[in-house]
């Protein structure tokens, strides 16, 4: 039974991710959507932190434990991390036609860096991981 469900998983993720490549400002008929997002760039002249915070609504009719979110984050970004720790953990249901907030933050040795170039260093953080599960039931036969 056990990879019947994990199967059954990965198919509905793939099916999702196909729903969440859409444009943020389309209006989302049916799936998990990332339907805005704020970011801000502080810190000194050695470290910029980058923190964000992501509004995710299900559009779906089933609940969803949202596990963890993790930006995707190209090699050069990856490279001035100083903190490896990006990963933020959610850990909460998220109900048919509900939304929740996840806030985080990326931590970058940014030393040497004039803020135009740190602007433009930060703007590849658009995509994010979403880990999450859903539990589904067998259907009972009907007995006649």
């Known amino acids: 039974m056990k990879p019947l469900k994990y199967i059954f998983m990965l198919v509905l993720i793939l099916l999702m991710s196909v729903g969440c490549s859409t444009n943020a ?11 805005s997002s704020n970011t801000s760039l502080g810190g000194t002249e050695e470290k910029t932190i980058f923190s964000y915070t992501l509004h995710i609504s299900n559009n779906n009719a089933i609940s969803y434990n949202i596990k963890s979110v993790e930006p995707i984050l190209n090699q050069e970004i990856l490279s001035k991390l100083m903190d490896d720790n990006i990963v933020v ?7 048919s036609n509900e939304s ?14 004039s803020k135009e170039e740190i602007l433009e260093f930060t703007k590849p953080i658009t ?5 999450m599960e859903t539990v589904i039931s067998v259907r009972k036969k009907n007995s006649d």
Do not use: A, P
Not at 100 to 113: A, C, F, R, S, Y
């Open 89 to 95: 953990e959610v850990n909460k249901t998220m109900d």
């Open 25 to 35: 400002r389309e209006e989302t008929k049916s799936g998990i959507d990332i339907y």
């Open 127 to 131: 995509e994010y991981t979403l880990s």
């Open 100 to 113: 929740i907030e996840v806030e985080g933050k990326i931590i970058l040795d940014t030393k040497g860096m």
